[in-house]
């Protein structure tokens, strides 16, 4: 008994309850209203009944006077199923019918009886109002000769109908109770363990067992749905962490170089003995060192928020072809000295929904990534930047004809300070295409690298939702 409280401290427990208490009291209402109504029309059957014996008797009366009269009552009275009948003389002395003793004071007005009165056949004893009376309702009629004749009906009927209906009414509210204290015991105990191994996983979560998840029982139920939702939440979570770790290593990793340059100029030049000039070199290299430093953070900051989805970044119209005119416009002097091809195939205007600054720093990245590798490897080093419409879709990419990155490598050359490079000989952070990537997320597209034929092909694929 001790389960049945903590059940109904659940919501659905306390639910099936109130739906319980509601059903119970419709139905007590609904069947009270059902034989009330059902009684009254029975007890107005029963009238029109005794109007329609009393004009019969009426009339007999007419043609054969009194003993006409008793005659007919007689045969009617042994009749199966018969009505009331009784003729008594002007002091309520029962004369003939068949009623034995009727209730006091029933005979005593003319016209229907104001209530139901008692009343006993013929071989009943006992005192008067027993449970062996019977009730009827009856309309009384003065003679001529101040005679009295009453015609009724038993209520044996409507009651019996009330008390069925009361049994019944009585029976089905015994089941409903039944059938809940069940359900509240067997399912109610049921849910109360699975909240119990939910609390207990979640329990051990907070204790730092970060792999544990919660039960599944594959019934599909709302616990179920709940536990998968929670568990994909806690893998989100889980792949979170994994990540803020390799960034956190990264970070210690690739800005412990920087900072240690930074100081060792510093040292060198509050050391060293040389002149005004080599002071102003060693700080004009501190300072771009710094300015690189700033940099690489801000890419870090804008990565976390875009990807956390806090950016407030605003989205508009934007065309993607003039972008890929400014970018190559901006590059064509530093391809030049690179000895690097640099060409747009983009004159068809496209416009999507997004941030010109995020789609055109994305852009540039990439750009200047494939600028960067292509350089000195072969005879025509070669970067295109196309613009294209496909089902559904917009694709703007930059293909270059460098060494390439391995099919295996490509997805883990779009995460955070990711440098494929071993010997790291090429200047950068390894978060362009970190950035590129969380660009096309904030826009709802995603980035694509392929390398058919030689070179690296990186796309960033923008969703229309129309054909072009």
């Known amino acids: 008994m001790a389960a049945l409280p903590a059940i109904m401290k659940t919501t659905a427990a306390r639910l099936s309850a109130l739906y319980l208490v509601l059903f119970a009291a419709c139905a007590v209402v609904l069947v009270i209203y059902v034989s009330s109504l059902s009684a009254r029309m029975l007890t107005?059957?029963?009238?029109?009944?005794?109007?329609?014996?009393?004009?019969?008797?009426?009339?007999?009366?007419?043609?054969?006077?009194?003993?006409?009269l008793?005659?007919?009552?007689?045969?009617?009275?042994?009749?199966?199923?018969?009505?009331?009948?009784?003729?008594?003389?002007?002091?309520?002395?029962?004369?003939?019918?068949?009623?034995?003793?009727?209730?006091?004071?029933?005979?005593?007005?003319?016209?229907?009886?104001?209530?139901?009165?008692?009343?006993?056949?013929?071989?009943?004893?006992?005192?008067?109002?027993?449970?062996?009376?019977?009730?009827?309702?009856?309309?009384?009629?003065?003679?001529?000769?101040?005679?009295?004749?009453?015609?009724?009906?038993?209520?044996?009927?409507?009651?019996?109908?009330?008390?069925?209906?009361?049994?019944?009414?009585?029976?089905?509210?015994?089941?409903?109770?039944?059938?809940?204290?069940?359900?509240w015991f067997f399912v109610g105990r049921h849910a109360l363990r699975r909240i119990d191994s939910v609390s207990e996983a979640s329990r051990q979560i907070m204790g730092g067992d970060l792999s544990?998840?919660?039960?599944?029982?594959?019934?599909?139920?709302?616990?179920?749905?709940?536990?998968?939702?929670?568990?994909?939440?806690?893998?989100?979570?889980?792949?979170?962490?994994?990540?803020?770790?390799?960034?956190?290593?990264?970070?210690?990793?690739?800005?412990?170089?920087?900072?240690?340059?930074?100081?060792?100029?510093?040292?060198?030049?509050?050391?060293?003995?040389?002149?005004?000039?080599?002071?102003r070199e060693a700080l004009e290299q501190t300072i771009a060192e710094s300015d690189q430093l700033i940099r690489t953070f801000n890419a870090i900051l804008m990565i976390s928020r875009l990807e956390a989805g806090y950016s407030a970044e605003s989205t508009a119209q934007v065309d993607l072809a003039a972008i890929v005119a400014d970018v190559v416009e901006l590059y064509e002097p530093v391809a030049e000295q690179m000895g690097v091809d640099l060409r747009a195939q983009a004159t068809e205007t496209v416009q999507v929904e997004g941030n010109r600054e995020l789609i055109g720093q994305a852009l540039s990245n990439i750009v200047d990534n494939a600028m960067k590798y292509s350089a000195g490897f072969g005879d025509k080093p070669s970067v295109v930047v196309f613009l294209r419409w496909e089902a559904q879709a917009v694709r703007l990419g930059v293909r270059d004809n460098g060494p390439g990155i391995p099919e295996e490598d490509r997805e883990r050359a779009t995460e955070r300070f990711v440098r494929l490079e071993a010997s790291r000989s090429q200047p950068g952070s390894g978060l362009g295409l970190s950035l590129a990537k969380a660009v096309m997320t904030f826009h709802g597209g995603r980035l694509e690298l392929s390398g058919e034929g030689g070179g690296l092909t990186v796309a960033m694929v923008f969703p229309t939702g129309k054909n072009g």
């Open 44 to 68: 107005a059957q029963t009238q029109d009944a005794i109007v329609e014996e009393v004009s019969d008797l009426a009339r007999a009366y007419q043609r054969a006077g009194l003993p006409g």
């Open 212 to 279: 544990r998840r919660l039960p599944v029982t594959g019934a599909g139920d709302e616990f179920d749905r709940l536990s998968e939702n929670l568990n994909a939440m806690l893998d989100r979570i889980a792949a979170l962490n994994e990540g803020l770790k390799q960034v956190s290593a990264n970070i210690a990793h690739d800005l412990k170089t920087p900072l240690t340059r930074l100081r060792n100029r510093a040292e060198a030049a509050l050391n060293g003995n040389a002149g005004p000039a080599a002071a």
């Open 70 to 183: 008793v005659r007919l009552v007689e045969i009617r009275a042994r009749q199966p199923g018969a009505n009331l009948y009784l003729i008594a003389d002007p002091n309520g002395l029962i004369l003939s019918g068949n009623v034995e003793s009727i209730q006091p004071g029933a005979l005593d007005e003319p016209g229907w009886t104001e209530r139901p009165f008692f009343y006993r056949r013929y071989g009943e004893r006992g005192a008067m109002r027993s449970d062996s009376d019977h009730t009827a309702v009856a309309q009384v009629i003065r003679l001529p000769n101040q005679m009295i004749l009453l015609v009724g009906r038993d209520l044996g009927e409507p009651e019996q109908f009330r008390r069925v209906i009361r049994r019944a009414l009585a029976a089905a509210l015994g089941m409903m109770g039944l059938g809940a204290l069940l359900i």
